[in-house]
Nanobody, 118 residues
Framework: QVQLAESGGGLVQPGESLRLSCAAS????????MGWYLQPPGKQRELVAS?????????ADFAKGRFTISREMDSVHFTSYLQLNNLKPEDTADYFC??????????WGKGTRVTVSS
C-alpha cells in the first residue's frame, strides 16, 4: 500500500503559476508510475500528465507547453510534482494525484483545488 499527501493548490490569477506536490510513502518500490488528473466542476476526471519510475512522461494535449510533471525519489518517498504555468480560468479544477503500482493496483489522492480567477 501507499499513502499519498497532496499539496500546492490555491487561488491564483490568470497567467500565474502553481506547483502541486504529491508525496507517496509506503510501498514506493512497487510504484510503476505517478500521474495527475484534473476534474473541473461538473465534469469528468481526465489525465493531465504521468511519469514512470524511469522518468518517461506523458501529457494530455491541453497540458503540453504549460504544465510539467517531474518526480523525486528517496528511501522513504516517491514525490511527483506538477508545475502549472500560465494558468487560465479553464484550468480551474480539482487536481488528483494518481499512483499506478506494478501490480496494476491504483491509488488516488484526495485532491487539491486550483482556482484561476481575476
Amino acid at each position: 500500500q501507499v499513502q499519498l499527501a497532496e499539496s500546492g493548490g490555491g487561488l491564483v490569477q490568470p497567467g500565474e503559476s502553481l506547483r502541486l506536490s504529491c508525496a507517496a510513502s509506503g510501498s514506493i518500490g512497487a510504484i510503476r508510475a505517478m500521474g495527475w488528473y484534473l476534474q473541473p466542476p461538473g465534469k469528468q476526471r481526465e489525465l493531465v500528465a504521468s511519469i514512470s519510475l524511469g522518468g518517461r512522461t506523458n501529457y494530455a494535449d491541453f497540458a503540453k507547453g504549460r504544465f510539467t510533471i517531474s518526480r523525486e525519489m528517496d528511501s522513504v518517498h516517491f514525490t511527483s510534482y506538477l508545475q502549472l504555468n500560465n494558468l487560465k480560468p479553464e484550468d480551474t479544477a480539482d487536481y488528483f494525484c494518481h499512483v499506478l503500482m506494478l501490480s496494476s493496483m491504483e491509488y488516488w489522492g484526495k485532491g487539491t483545488r486550483v482556482t484561476v480567477s481575476s
